[in-house]
């Protein structure tokens, strides 16, 4: 069993990548656009994802709401749509200021002058063993 850091690291992570993915969209979300982004192929190696777990989704999405960073408008046919929420601005310049979080060295690097976190997590740059280290069961999380 993982200690409860690992489980806040990776659910900080997940966040991260979501507001990420906010930051870069302009606009209001949906889960499998986050996921999708995250995610590719390349020859030799198959298919990856960096984030697999809709458990650990969900979870980063609650921590989020929590923070006071989205919102989500629920939909009885359709996926729930995440946005920004109010606050945004406040709170986020709040939480890059926790240098225990990976926000405050994402809030270091101007995003002008980036493409984003896949490209900087992509496997170019990460390699498989920090995406076999994310992977976690599905269980694990419930």
């Known amino acids: 069993m993982r200690s409860s850091v690992s489980n806040s690291i990776l659910r900080h992570y997940h966040a991260l990548a979501i507001i990420?993915?906010?930051?870069?969209?302009?606009?209001?979300?949906?889960q499998k656009d986050v996921q999708n982004?995250?995610?590719?192929?390349q020859?030799?190696?198959?298919?990856?994802?960096l984030l697999p777990s809709n458990v650990l989704f969900g979870k980063s999405l609650t921590w989020l709401i929590q923070s006071g960073l989205i919102e989500l408008t629920e939909d009885n046919f359709g996926p729930a749509l995440?946005?920004?929420?109010?606050?945004?601005?406040?709170?986020?310049?709040?939480?890059q200021?926790?240098?225990?979080?990976?926000?405050?060295?994402?809030?270091?690097?101007?995003?002008?002058?980036?493409?984003?976190?896949?490209e900087r997590?992509?496997?170019?740059?990460?390699?498989?063993?920090?995406?076999?280290?994310?992977?976690?069961?599905?269980?694990?999380?419930h």
């Open 97 to 118: 200021l926790k240098k225990d979080l990976p926000f405050y060295k994402y809030g270091r690097i101007p995003l002008a002058n980036s493409s984003g976190l896949p």
């Open 20 to 30: 990420d993915f906010m930051n870069r969209s302009n606009g209001d979300i949906f």
């Open 121 to 141: 997590l992509s496997r170019r740059c990460v390699g498989p063993p920090l995406s076999e280290k994310l992977r976690v069961p599905q269980d694990h999380w």
């Open 43 to 49: 020859k030799a190696e198959g298919v990856w994802n």
């Open 37 to 41: 982004d995250y995610s590719g192929e």
């Open 82 to 95: 995440i946005q920004k929420s109010e606050d945004f601005d406040r709170n986020w310049e709040q939480i």
